[in-house]
């Protein structure tokens, strides 16, 4: 059966499936959205090498400097300046060739920037702008200080954005039909870093780049907020031993820097393969996300789901993030089975929930019997 809907001034047809009337809607990208996402994902990706290769190629400086009436050649990098040798037909190549690349490379950049800059009110009109602004801001930020898929994963309701982009489908939360559902992309509230390892530079001081009304609640507490109540949470694995905090809960050493609280079962999330996906703003504007295996976080979420201890509310929504993921999985992305040796790390008893999570002709169908397409 066939069903539309509008949404904004972009018509999106919306298929019913067995599948789908169990677990949740979500909308087919049309043709044209989906020719938007992957010429902007070219352009970004252009975009993204040119930027590396002027941040690494030609940083600096590299100028002449007379000393001792000799004139050398010096490069500039970190503040310290190295000579390269004397005047010779061989250093004013370098020169040459440094300031005429980096001329090239900077004039790339900047018709590049100019090219996301016209597409981004294109992407808005057709509602491809998923994700909250101040949510791609801290991501933008903290990416580039290398920390998100180093030290810092993203788990929780953002990481559905990137299994959303996988699975070339939008979550349609405004055809969901159960309100626990609906919450699935409630990410407007709070951001859930999970840190896996030490860092250079701190959260709390990143997020105050972004917005400077930041703060942590409270002495060496896990969370911040804005004057907006917009909640960033740092968590991490507990560890074997409930008794011993093992390794350091901080990233970073500011005296009001955020402390990790341990939260169980996190260390399946940890050890799972990542996946990554250019996602897009609510102002148009693209960037990169990794997010830990959509299998794993579904069946994370089944195991929250079925904890006694869990507060009731969780737990549904819990399940319905569950289900819905499952079904993205079965129908839009085949090829991640639930029994594949790369979920090793994650326990027996854990991968068996996927039987409670897929339809019986999926849970039950054989992989061998399909060609691997």
Do not use: C
């Not at 066939?2 to 949740?24: H, N, V, Y």
């Not at 252009?46 to 050649?73: C, D, H, I, N, P």
């Amino acid at each position: 059966m066939l069903k539309t809907f509008a949404s904004g001034i972009i018509p999106f047809q919306i298929r019913s499936d067995p599948l789908r009337d169990k677990m949740s809607e979500y909308r087919d990208l049309r043709g044209e959205q989906a020719r938007q996402i992957i010429d902007l994902e070219q352009v970004f990706a252009t975009f993204m090498s040119a930027r590396a290769e002027l941040g690494q190629r030609y940083t600096g400086a590299m100028s002449w400097k007379t000393v001792g009436g000799k004139t050398y050649l010096y490069r500039k990098t970190a503040d310290i300046w190295k000579s390269l040798g004397p005047r010779t037909a061989a250093t004013e190549a370098i020169h040459e060739q440094f300031h005429e690349g980096r001329t090239r490379v900077k004039e790339r950049v900047r018709s590049l920037t100019q090219r996301l800059d016209e597409m981004a009110p294109v992407n808005r009109a057709l509602s491809l702008g998923r994700v909250p602004l101040i949510v791609a801001r801290i991501l933008r930020t903290l990416g580039g200080a290398k920390l998100i898929g180093n030290s810092v994963d993203v788990v929780g309701t953002n990481a559905l954005f990137v299994y959303e982009r996988l699975a070339g489908v939008q979550i349609a939360s405004g055809l969901l039909a159960t309100g626990d559902v609906d919450r699935l992309l409630d990410s407007r509230k709070s951001l859930k870093l999970l840190a896996r390892d030490v860092a250079a530079k701190g959260i709390i001081g990143l997020l105050k780049t972004v917005d400077k009304s930041f703060e942590p609640i409270g002495r060496g507490g896990f969370s911040a907020a804005n004057r907006d109540g917009y909640l960033v949470d740092l968590i991490r694995p507990a560890g074997k031993n409930p008794l011993v905090t093992e390794g350091r809960s901080q990233i970073g050493t500011a005296e009001d820097e955020l402390k990790a609280v341990e939260i169980e079962g996190l260390a399946w999330l940890v050890n799972s393969p990542k996946v990554s996906a250019i996602l897009i703003d609510e102002r148009g504007y693209p960037f990169e996300l990794v997010a830990p295996d959509p299998r794993a976080f579904a069946l994370h979420k089944a195991w929250l789901a079925k904890r006694s201890d869990r507060d009731a509310l969780k737990r549904g929504r819990d399940a319905a993030q569950a289900k819905l993921l499952a079904g993205l999985i079965a129908t839009r992305l085949p090829h991640l089975a639930f029994d594949d040796p790369a979920l090793g790390a994650m326990p027996l008893a854990l991968r068996r929930l996927a039987t409670d999570l897929l339809p019986d002709d999926e849970a039950g169908q054989s992989h061998d019997l399909l060609p691997n397409w």
